[in-house]
């Protein structure tokens, strides 16, 4: 069993997509264990996203994230982390196969509705960011 965290970005509650990301997961197979609304403060976004410090859209990266509630969740299941990510798709909607979530819901960077962890390492990162020690 393998757990990974994903957040349904500000634009995708704002368009009610909640539920509709949700249940891909759900319908693949993989678990809800952990459910919460929230907003990303803008420390947590700047952990979030360190990564890409360097590039230039960092500040409106950071903006954008903390704009507005998001839906935080854990999903479990046996290779949680790689279907979630399949199901998910690539980071630019551009390039985002139709039938993947990024693939049917977004258009352009930086607004592809939905983040999901990309290791097991950053899923247990990510899970005490957001929701805490447990
Ligand atoms: N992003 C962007 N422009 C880029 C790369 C990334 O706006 O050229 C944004 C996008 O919202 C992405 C987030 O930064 O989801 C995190 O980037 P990462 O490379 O970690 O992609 P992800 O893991 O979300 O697919
Ligand atoms: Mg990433």
Same mark, same amino acid.
């Given at each position: 069993m393998?757990?990974?965290?994903?957040?349904?970005?500000?634009?995708?509650?704002?368009?009610?997509?909640? +539920?509709?990301?949700?249940? %891909?997961?759900? =319908?693949?197979?993989?678990?809800i &264990?952990r459910l919460?609304?929230g907003r990303v403060? !803008?420390?947590?976004?700047?952990e979030h996203?360190a990564?890409?410090?360097e590039?230039?859209?960092?500040?409106?990266?950071?903006?954008?994230?903390?704009?507005?509630?998001v839906?935080?969740?854990?999903?479990? +299941?046996p290779?949680?982390? %790689?279907h979630? =990510?399949n199901?998910?798709?690539? &980071?630019?909607?551009?390039?985002?196969?139709?039938? !993947?979530?990024r693939g049917d819901?977004?258009v352009e960077?930086p607004y592809?509705?939905v983040?999901a962890?990309?290791?097991?390492?950053?899923?247990?990162?990510?899970?005490e960011?957001?929701?805490?020690?447990?």
């Open positions: 393998e757990r990974t965290f994903v957040m349904v970005k500000p634009e995708g509650v704002a368009r009610g997509l909640i +539920g509709e990301v949700l249940a %891909r997961f759900e =319908r693949k197979g993989l678990k &264990t919460a609304m403060t !803008t420390e947590q976004a700047e996203y990564h890409l410090r590039k230039p859209f960092f500040g409106e990266l950071v903006e954008y994230i903390t704009s507005g509630p839906a935080m969740a854990v999903v479990e +299941g290779d949680a982390v %790689r979630v =990510r199901l998910v798709g690539a &980071t630019n909607p551009l390039e985002a196969a139709p039938g !993947t979530i819901f977004a960077l592809n509705i983040h962890s990309d290791s097991p390492e950053s899923a247990a990162a990510e899970i960011r957001f929701f805490g020690r447990s």
